[in-house]
Each structure stands twice: as structure tokens, then as C-alpha cells.
């Protein structure tokens, strides 16, 4: 079935480092991934997204990339702030399809260390 | 920025009653969602509607659950007879049609957090 696997669960990085999550996915006809951040108690809100016919999309300190053969998908954060600190998701969909449902990793929790 | 809005944000229940979750999509969107999230964990998809009816539904999504648009504005997702593990963090969504640049404009509202005791 349409499984999105992400890792790692928790990240803590040095505030200024970069941070990375890693997602995979099972179903081969999607074509829209997006990222979502999560403060707690808070909606997820969409921070970048990118589509299958681009491999890399960039957002001044945020970066995603995606390998449609491997079904392998990735965010970069450079010179991460305090305020970086949330839970990440990543999300896969069939974007192009009618009433798109979107399905969801398992999050990370970045933790951003002074 | 037109807004999801959901109603109440905080919803407690005693096991076994009906609970209504309100919904106001995007006024221009065509398809709305339901996703529910239990503490600490994913976002799980519940159930898509489009066109006055169900285009998908997931597993979580059985008899007890249901979904409506009673009017122009309102989308609802009624569960009939509580559980305590139905406890979560329910989310609306709605999208529009077209080729927007971030997936139809898929927008999410705040949430109802429903307590089931």
C-alpha cells in the first residue's frame, strides 16, 4: 500500500549546522511532495514542496531533493535557527489526480541547541 | 490569506455520544479533506469529498464516521458513537482544482482537538 518511511525520528543539531531528514516512498504514481512543519499544537503549515520533473528545489535556507527511481526524498536546513525547532513531515501525493489525499511520514522533531 | 476555519478548537465527549466537527473551507476550493492526528504521532488521511460525495476513504474511516456538506460553506465529520482511542487532533483541509503551485492550494485549518473520556 502508500507508505511514506521517514528518518531520523529526532534530530538535534548545533545552532548554524545544517540539519537533514531523509523520506522514502512506496507508491510509484506520486508526484508531489511536499513538507510540512509542525509547532506543537499547531496545524502543519507547507514550508516547500517540490514535483517529480525537478530533482532539487531551494528556498533561501531550505532545500529539497528528490530521486524518483530511488523513491527517495530529502530537506536540507543550513545554518539552522532556534526557531527551526518543530516537527517536520514529510508527505507524498498523487498531485495531479482529483481530490488528492496527501500521505504522511512520521515526523521528525528537530531540536535546535544554542 | 483566505483560512480553513474549524469549530470548536477543543471538543471534550464522553465515550459512546456523537460528535459533530465543523469545517469552513476556502470559499473557492472544491474538494475537502478530513486528517486526524493522535498525540505524538502522524498525520493520518481519513477521507476526501468532492462533488457532494466520498471520492476516497482510508481504513480509520468506518461505519461509525461520516461526512457531510450540509450547506454551501460547511464541511462536517460527524463520528456516531465515540471511542476513547478516537481521541486526537482533527484536521480539515480543502484544495482547490487547476494546476495552483502548491498542490491546488491545499490549505490545512487549526484543528479540533477531541478528548473522548
Known amino acids: 500500500g502508500e507508505n511514506v518511511e521517514q528518518h531520523p525520528s529526532t534530530l538535534s543539531v548545533q545552532e548554524g549546522d545544517s540539519a537533514v531528514i531523509k523520506c522514502t516512498y512506496s507508491?510509484?504514481?506520486?508526484?508531489?511532495f511536499p513538507w510540512y512543519k509542525q509547532e506543537l499544537g499547531k496545524r502543519p503549515q507547507l514550508i516547500i514542496d517540490?514535483?517529480?520533473?525537478?530533482g532539487e528545489k531551494k528556498d533561501q535556507r531550505i532545500a529539497v531533493t528528490l530521486n524518483k527511481t530511488a523513491k527517495h526524498f530529502s530537506l536540507h536546513i543550513t545554518e539552522t535557527q532556534p526557531e527551526d525547532s518543530a516537527v517536520y513531515f514529510c508527505?507524498?501525493?498523487?498531485?495531479?489526480?482529483?481530490?488528492?489525499?496527501?500521505?504522511f511520514g512520521s515526523g521528525t522533531r528537530l531540536s535546535i541547541r544554542p | 490569506e483566505p483560512e480553513v476555519t474549524q469549530t470548536p478548537s477543543h471538543q471534550v465527549t464522553q465515550m459512546g455520544q456523537e460528535v459533530i466537527l465543523r469545517c469552513v473551507p476556502i470559499?473557492?476550493?472544491?474538494?475537502f479533506y478530513w486528517y486526524r492526528q493522535i498525540l505524538g504521532q502522524k498525520v493520518e488521511f481519513l477521507v476526501s469529498?468532492?462533488?457532494?460525495?466520498?471520492?476516497?476513504k482510508s481504513e480509520i474511516f468506518d461505519d461509525q464516521f461520516s461526512v457531510e456538506r450540509p450547506d454551501g460553506s460547511n464541511f462536517t465529520l460527524k463520528i456516531r458513537s465515540t471511542k476513547l482511542e478516537d481521541s486526537a487532533m482533527y484536521f480539515c483541509?480543502?484544495?482547490?482544482?487547476?494546476?495552483?503551485?502548491?498542490?491546488?492550494?491545499?490549505?490545512f485549518g487549526s484543528g479540533t482537538r477531541l478528548t473522548v473520556v
Open positions: 469529498f468532492y462533488n457532494n460525495e466520498i471520492s476516497e
Open positions: 470559499s473557492n476550493h472544491l474538494y
Open positions: 507508491d510509484s504514481a506520486s508526484n508531489y
Open positions: 517540490i514535483r517529480s520533473n525537478v
Open positions: 508527505a507524498a501525493s498523487r498531485g495531479y489526480s482529483s481530490a488528492s489525499k496527501i500521505i
Open positions: 483541509a480543502s484544495s482547490s482544482s487547476g494546476t495552483g503551485a502548491n498542490n491546488y492550494g491545499y490549505t
